[in-house]
């Protein structure tokens, strides 16, 4: 059974360096969504695609922090010139049809530390 | 707006209490979805539940049971003879079906940590 992966688990990185993630979905969900986890407190929405278009992007998500997801199969999440306050457990989750009712699985998430 | 709030932060029982972690939430739309999910130590958010805000019917799964009253805007979990297993952080959330044109990303309370000792 392959759920929703997620690769790098962890990242340590520098301020000011740049690093990407990498989400593999269920296969054949067309729905993709990434979140972002700090300590204490429930996820937060940050963009979502369906198929290969990004539909929605919260204002979470600034213009240092960029998703694709070409080909509408694997996603990558890239945050620029990272800071501190990025440090954070990155999320996805997969879901198949296009509505609000449908079950979202998640991954394990990346842990980022920005040192 | 919409927001989930998740009154009790922590809640330690012991071995075969019963427990009920409470939900509020807040929303505009006529058309939403609830859910509850779990994320153990591990970190992976499992998912438990979900209802739609046109079925007030309350939910039972083993242990575990589900009261969801719009009247209070309430969505309580509850779980019965509790076990060290169930020791997590539970989630509630909330999905929106029409306002905004935001279709399908969930809204999340803080979270309430349980810890069930033996």
């Known amino acids: ?115 | 707006a919409q927001k989930v709030t998740q009154a009790q932060t922590e809640i330690s029982v012991v071995e075969k209490e019963d427990v009920t972690l409470d939900c509020v939430y807040e929303t505009r739309d006529t058309t939403y979805y609830l859910f509850w999910y779990k994320q153990p130590p591990s970190g992976e958010l499992v998912f438990l539940i979900r209802r739609n805000s046109f079925d007030e019917q309350n939910e039972i799964s083993g242990r575990y049971s589900w009261n969801f009253q719009k009247s209070t805007s309430s969505f309580n979990f509850t779980i019965t003879a509790s076990q060290v297993v169930d020791s997590a952080v539970y989630f509630c959330a909330l999905s929106e079906a029409n306002y905004g044109g935001s279709q399908g990303n969930l809204i999340f309370g803080k979270g309430t940590k349980l810890s069930v000792k033996p």
């Open chain 1, 1 to 115: 059974d392959t759920g929703v992966s997620q690769n790098p688990r962890h990242k340590i990185t520098k301020r000011g360096q740049n690093v990407t993630f990498r989400c593999d979905p269920i296969s054949e969900h067309n729905r993709l969504y990434w979140y972002r986890q700090t300590l204490g407190q429930g996820p937060e929405f940050l963009t979502y695609f369906q198929n290969e278009a990004q539909l929605e992007k919260s204002r979470l998500l600034s213009d240092r922090f960029s998703a694709e997801r070409p080909k509408g199969s694997f996603s990558t999440l890239e945050i620029q010139r990272t800071e501190q306050g990025d440090s954070a457990m990155y999320l996805c989750a997969s879901s198949s049809g296009g509505g609000p009712y449908n079950e979202q699985f998640f991954g394990p998430g990346t842990r980022l530390t920005v040192l």
